[in-house]
Nanobody, 121 residues
């Protein structure tokens, strides 16, 4: 199957930066898109940023101008560079990959275990 492993979370002061990475491995035929979602305490999981194989990028309004998503298509790895972090960015960040494990199968979502990002005032 497909496994996603995130790294790079941690504690940072407001205004600081963190860089997240997520590598997909396992039986993969194709990946349509990869991205990042986050879930803050008492809140639903929300989109942070996604990037498709065609290069289309979507950001949440709250992170535009501060976060940058990128993808290594050879290594099946997605990155999230986070600058000018705010306390309200504090959340568990989850890596997501949407793709197929075999030709003509239905695409499905795969999720990482999550990595904690904490921004202190």
């Amino acid at each position: 199957q497909v496994q996603l492993v995130e790294s790079g979370g941690g504690l940072v002061q407001a205004g600081g930066s963190l860089s997240l990475s997520c590598a997909a491995s396992g039986t993969i035929f194709s990946i349509n898109a990869m991205g990042w979602y986050r879930q803050a305490p008492g809140k639903q999981r929300e989109l942070v940023a996604t990037i498709t194989t065609g290069g289309t990028i979507d950001y949440a309004d709250s992170v535009k101008g501060r976060f940058t998503i990128s993808r290594d298509y050879v290594k099946n790895t997605v990155y999230l560079q986070m600058n000018s972090l705010k306390p309200e960015d504090t959340a568990v960040f989850f890596c997501n990959a949407r793709g197929r494990v075999r030709p003509l199968s239905q695409a499905r979502d795969y999720w990482g275990q999550g990595t904690q990002v904490t921004v202190s005032p």
